[in-house]
């Protein structure tokens, strides 16, 4: 197990190179040179040849590009100083870059908003394994009837709806049409500057938006899962031992289908704690994944080339940790 | 550029969640209506005004040996090793599944041989190193003058069409996406046999022959029963006329009075088009039925080979007379209870690490010192027998000391005695020998 | 020891005292599907005494498992309709409580199925599994007392150093392993009627004959009336007093297996007994294979179910076999030999016209 986990960990940090690299070709060798928009931005677009020449030169884009990726690589473990145009920039390590528009280490930034983000995502996740997990276990146990029927066609539905509509109509209805008291002031606010309940309401509508569609999703796929585990012989095996109906559905059904739900879940995970875009945009939520879209925006590459890496990282290891509890959750899985 | 992180989080949990309830929605309609064999039915030739007496001239009785027949296919020191590989970043091999260990036969003209064993005993490795579906670790495989074990794939592709395999489970062997026709045809287009037009004709003959109405060849695997497929199995095997048809436990997985329907029409099939069969089955009784000439695995080996009236009445080798002995007999009903038994002890050891000297010797009740030491050969006995056992007998007289021990020169307890000249070590040759070693006089005779 | 097993003698006067453990009258299992009712078990009447094994044999989707698991209560209410009547130990189980049903599940009566490593929770470790059966019934054991009782379950049914082996999952057991744990679960609660449906069919021959030998002493040991489900008529010859033919959800011959095998006097025992090579027959003897495909029980066919498949309705007069169902009378070797069949004098058919072609060396000795 223990040398599993090192031998996946070597092979992250090996996927986490070759991202970073990718991410840094991908720049250097894009459509317009890499200087481009700093250079428009420090200019008000009224960027020369001249003026490109410059800011190239000081950003290093005239040199080969291994050296810059080398250069990129010891920031990341010893820090450096940036220069654009005349002017220098202290990066301490990580350094993951300055921004091109605030001139501020990106690491900085990053850390400040993942408390952001992070409260978003265990927020919503927890809401809808709490919802979704239970729901499906009830549709699964009455499968077949009228109930179990609506509620997964009305489910399906809702999850048919894109992301970012239902979001959007979420955030609609409850802000503008019922101005809901409260939790109409969204956004995030630090629990350790205005309070926890600043800090819920805030972020409370994101967490509806959020729990109610990811619950739509759990509770078809729980449902699904339950329904298989239910049809398992070793099910028929607990009911002939005589045991009470409870005994069976939960202790012998749903932990049996609770392994492809939580290995589901982990990805899930994962990928909210990587940033969410949607959520974050339509709540005004200071978080990662609004970061990222700001930075595409406004083409403010090295917080694009951070983020990306950040996703990068929180995937690999929440992939990791997904197969290290599904070894847990199944004895027949065994690590090597 | 950052993927949006959402979107993939809406995309999984849809799919993966639409699939489990699809499996689970499949199983509610799977269970309400349940496969209705109506359905194919239709499909099998009329039985209407079948009588008993026509019915049994069509029964087979058990296939006579023909000692005259010349072999086709004949194996030598066989091996099949698959690697054992180590966990860690990198992966060594620490191991190896013997799964095949040296076995030696010949598989007769027109004739067939049975391969029975415990479960794990290399059957099925066997059929698949001979339909060259793995490439043996060693050994020779003899077939119209070429070595399948030396050939590269290419070397194989025209002789594939010869060796063809018959699976054991007629649910998933056969793509249930493909019309029958489809299935059966395939091997002509892709060895371009005949003329595409010449293709159909071709498969509703086999059909036909195997007893399926030709008109559907248009249906899919899952229009037919279990017997069915299987039939549909065995048309894809024949399609090519092939000379040898390794079938391996072609009707394990089909109900009792559809396996006689199967074994009848292999039996059909290899008087009509002179096959050969290695015929694999842990099914001693239909082994029995269809094959002459019977060798019997354990772990990886040939304990015992012979004519059936040899392995079956008059067995040598304790193993064979364990496995015989636990097969239960119709029979005892007219006297009620249960058979006298020799009862197998434990399980059978694993591949990777086999006993030392007689494999068998962690569950035979007459293992002795020598066992442990010293491998018995696999002996030629009699005129069409073969024993590996350094105390081989029949039931009740097995003898108090080895009978190999003036042929491996060794004492009673196995360890070598000076001076002594082993007189043959590589006994094991792929057929039988004119002359045996008699286990009376311990000395050569011959018939 | 929390269980006091009651000595042979005082349990053998009481069975005498109640008649047959199990009672099976008129049974009749119904699946209403999409396509329409399924009758998969109709009319079935059997019994089962204590120290008895009854085999059941059929092919597959004759109904063997539909009406144990019927016995058991296992199905599910609102997908199965069972009528007649199911007494197990006195008490009638057709229509009884969820709850009371329960109490007999797995205590009084127990089912042991085919594919163990199926059949067993992967997730839970072999002991966990075999307390959990223990503990359901005996509320007042303790941990403890389950555990010991699981490993010396395990120890009964031959496994090998059962207090480690207790720790193991299923997956970690062999195939005859596997078995044997769910044979031990089966018991741990000294049922009184234990069902195996298939127990061996996966199996190996030297791990088949293991079970039964182990099926047998438990019989022996514990007096328990047991019903064995199979395919393998030869397991039939050697474990069942009883045997029960059947056939599209119907019982087409029972009697002693000796009556059944020997004596047979039903076509589609006949069919059986012809379709399946022996190790010891005469190698003359022809492999007579039952043509046709078992019908559909959704639309079983008129008369004798067995008639579309059946070789000798040519010897019974007019259209009977094809219009009327022939109903389950005595058979000429005895009251308790029951058969389904329009035939005049079958025995007589069946010796002079089928034995000689499936075991001709038998031919004289039955003369
Ligand atoms: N591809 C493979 N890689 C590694 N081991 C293998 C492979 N195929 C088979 N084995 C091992 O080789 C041994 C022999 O397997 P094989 O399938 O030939 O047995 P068998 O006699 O056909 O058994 P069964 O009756 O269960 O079909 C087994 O221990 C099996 O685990
Ligand atoms: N829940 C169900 N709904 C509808 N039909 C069912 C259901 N369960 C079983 N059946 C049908 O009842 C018939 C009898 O099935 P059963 O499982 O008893 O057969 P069996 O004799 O045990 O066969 P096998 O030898 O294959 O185990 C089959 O045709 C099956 O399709
Ligand atoms: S060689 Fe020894 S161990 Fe092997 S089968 Fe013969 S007596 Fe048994
Ligand atoms: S009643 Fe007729 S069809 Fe049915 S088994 Fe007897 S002879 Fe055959
Ligand atoms: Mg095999
Ligand atoms: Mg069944």
Redesign the pocket.
């Known amino acids: 197990m223990f040398a599993y986990v090192v031998k996946r960990l070597i092979s992250g940090v090996l996927v986490v190179t070759l991202v970073s690299m990718a991410i840094f070709l991908l720049f250097w060798f894009g459509p317009s040179s890499p200087a481009q928009p700093i250079c428009d931005r420090e200019t008000s677009n009224r960027c020369t040849q001249t003026k490109l020449a410059l800011y190239e030169k000081t950003l290093g884009y005239d040199n080969p590009v291994y050296e810059e990726y080398g250069k990129y690589v010891k920031g990341i473990f010893v820090g450096r100083t940036l220069t654009i145009a005349s002017n220098d920039y202290e990066c301490g390590a990580p350094c993951l870059g300055v921004s091109f528009r605030t001139k501020q280490p990106v690491k900085e930034e990053l850390v400040s908003r993942i408390p952001a983000t992070f409260s978003i995502a265990i927020g919503g996740a927890f809401l809808y394994l709490l919802f979704g997990v239970p729901i499906g276990v009830a549709a699964a146990k009455r499968r077949g009837t009228v109930a179990d029927k609506a509620l997964v066609s009305s489910f399906l539905f809702i999850s048919s709806i894109p992301y970012y509509l239902f979001a959007l109509l979420t955030w609609l209805y409850l802000t503008i049409t019922f101005e809901v008291p409260f939790f109409s002031d969204t956004g995030y606010f630090p629990i350790t500057e205005v309070g926890p309940f600043k800090w819920f309401s805030g972020l409370f509508l994101a967490w509806v938006a959020l729990g109610i569609f990811g619950c739509t999703q759990y509770t078809r796929f729980t449902r699904g899962a339950m329904v298989e585990a239910l049809s398992e012989d070793y099910i028929r095996t607990a009911k002939a031992k005589g045991l009470p109906t409870r005994t069976i559905v939960y202790k012998h059904g749903l932990r049996a289908a609770l392994v492809p739900v939580v290995t589901i879940f982990g990805i899930d995970f994962g990928t909210l704690l990587a940033g969410t875009i949607f959520t974050e945009r339509i709540f005004e939520i200071q978080g990662i994944g609004w970061w990222s879209l700001e930075a595409v925006q406004g083409r403010d590459l090295p917080v694009v080339q951070a983020t990306a890496l950040f996703s990068a990282v929180v995937l690999i290891i929440s992939n990791l940790l997904v197969d290290v509890v599904y070894s847990v959750l199944d004895p027949r899985v065994r690590l090597s | 550029m950052t993927q949006d992180p959402n979107a993939r989080a809406q995309i999984e949990p849809t799919e993966v969640g639409a699939n489990a309830a699809e499996t689970g929605d499949r199983q509610l309609t799977a269970?309400?209506s349940?496969?209705t064999p109506d359905a194919y039915g239709s499909h099998e030739i009329s039985i209407q005004d079948l009588d008993f007496a026509t019915l049994a001239e069509q029964g087979h009785t058990a296939t006579k040996l023909d000692p005259l027949a010349p072999a086709v296919l004949s194996v030598d020191n066989l091996k099949m090793y698959f690697p054992v590989k180590s966990s860690g970043v990198v992966r060594r091999t620490i191991g190896h599944v013997q799964a095949v260990d040296g076995i030696s036969f010949e598989v007769p003209k027109g004739g067939s041989l049975g391969l029975v064993g415990e479960s794990g005993c290399g059957k099925s490795t066997t059929g698949r190193l001979i339909t060259r579906l793995y490439k043996p670790t060693g050994g020779s495989m003899m077939f119209q003058g070429h070595d399948l074990a030396k050939l590269s794939s290419r070397e194989m592709k025209p002789l594939r069409r010869d060796v063809q395999m018959i699976f054991q489970d007629p649910y998933t062997s056969l793509n249930p996406r493909h019309t029958v026709g489809t299935i059966v045809g395939a091997a002509l287009e892709v060895h371009k046999i005949v003329p595409k037009n010449k293709v159909l004709p071709r498969v509703q003959e086999l059909l036909e022959i195997v007893g399926l109405n030709p008109e559907h060849y248009n249906r899919y695997p899952n229009e037919f029963s279990g017997g069915q497929r299987q039939r549909i199995g065995i048309a894809r095997a024949l399609t090519l006329n092939p000379k040898v048809l390794v079938a391996d436990e072609p009707v394990s997985a089909l109900d009792v009075s559809i396996q006689a329907q199967v074994v009848n029409l292999l039996q059909d099939i290899q008087t009509e088009f002179d096959v050969s069969f290695l015929f694999i089955a842990h099914d001693l009784a239909i082994v029995r039925h269809f094959c002459p000439e019977v060798a019997v695995m354990y772990l990886g080996k040939i304990v015992e080979i012979g004519d059936r009236e040899t392995i079956y009445g008059r067995p040598h080798h304790p193993y064979t007379q364990a496995l015989l002995s636990a097969v239960p007999d119709v029979k005892q009903a007219a006297i009620g209870g249960r058979r006298e038994r020799i009862r197998l002890e434990g399980d059978v050891p694993s591949p990777i690490n086999p006993p030392s000297g007689c494999r068998f010797r962690t569950r035979c009740q007459f293992a002795q010192e020598i066992c442990a030491k010293v491998e018995p050969p696999l002996l030629q006995i009699g005129p069409r027998h073969k024993a590996a056992c350094h105390f081989a007998g029949e039931l009740g007289s097995h003898p108090a000391t080895p009978v190999t021990t003036q042929l491996l020169g060794v004492d009673d307890q196995g360890s070598p005695v000076a001076g002594a000249t082993p007189t043959n070590t590589q006994l094991t040759i792929p057929g039988y020998e004119e002359t045996w070693y008699d286990l009376k006089t311990k000395q050569t005779t011959g018939g | 020891m929390t269980s006091v097993p009651m000595t042979q003698s005082s349990a053998a006067e009481r069975d005498a005292a109640e008649g047959p453990y199990l009672q099976v009258e008129d049974l009749k299992v119904t699946?209403p599907?999409q396509d329409g009712p399924?009758t998969?078990?109709s009319g079935l009447t059997y019994s089962v005494e204590k120290g008895k094994t009854l085999g059941i044999v059929?092919?597959?989707?004759?109904?063997?498992?539909?009406?144990s698991m019927a016995v058991m209560g296992l199905?599910?209410a609102k997908?199965?309709q069972i009528s007649g009547s199911i007494r197990v130990g006195g008490t009638e189980v057709v229509g009884l409580s969820e709850s009371k049903m329960r109490g007999l599940r797995g205590n009084s009566m127990a089912m042991i199925f085919q594919d163990a490593l199926a059949a067993l929770h992967p997730f839970y470790k072999i002991g966990g599994q075999l307390e959990e059966a223990y503990l359901v019934h005996h509320s007042s054991a303790s941990k403890r007392d389950a555990r010991r009782k699981a490993i010396e379950m395990l120890d009964r049914v031959g496994i090998p150093q059962p207090d480690r082996r207790v720790d193991d999952f299923p997956h970690q057991f062999s195939g005859g392993m596997r078995q044997r744990a769910m044979i031990a679960m089966g018991l741990i609660n000294d049922p009184s009627l234990l069902i195996a449906?298939?127990p061996t069919t996966a199996l190996d021959v030297t791990v088949q004959a293991q079970i039964l030998d182990l099926l047998q002493d438990l019989q022996r040991e514990f007096n328990s009336a047991v019903i064995i489900?199979t395919?393998d008529l030869g397991v039939i010859a050697e474990m069942a007093d009883d045997v029960l033919v059947?056939y599209a959800?119907r019982c087409v011959e029972y009697g002693t297996c000796k009556q059944i095998l020997v004596a047979p006097e039903m076509p589609y025992t006949w069919g059986l007994l012809s379709s399946i090579p022996d190790v010891t027959a005469s190698t003359d003897a022809r492999l007579i294979p039952i043509p046709g495909n078992p019908p559909s029980?959704l639309r079983p066919p008129s008369g004798c179910s067995f008639h579309p498949r059946c070789v000798h309705s040519d010897k019974v007069p007019g259209d009977l076999c094809r219009t009327e169902l022939p109903a389950l009378l005595p058979a000429s070797s005895g009251t308790a030999h029951l058969k389904r069949c329009h035939l005049a004098d079958p025995l007589q058919i069946y010796r002079t016209e089928v034995l000689p072609e499936i075991a001709p060396e038998l031919v004289e000795e039955t003369r």
């Open positions: 269970e309400g349940p496969e | 699946f599907t399924v998969a078990v059929g092919e597959s989707g004759s109904g063997k498992s539909v009406s199905h599910d997908s199965a449906d298939e489900i395919h059947m959800g029980l």
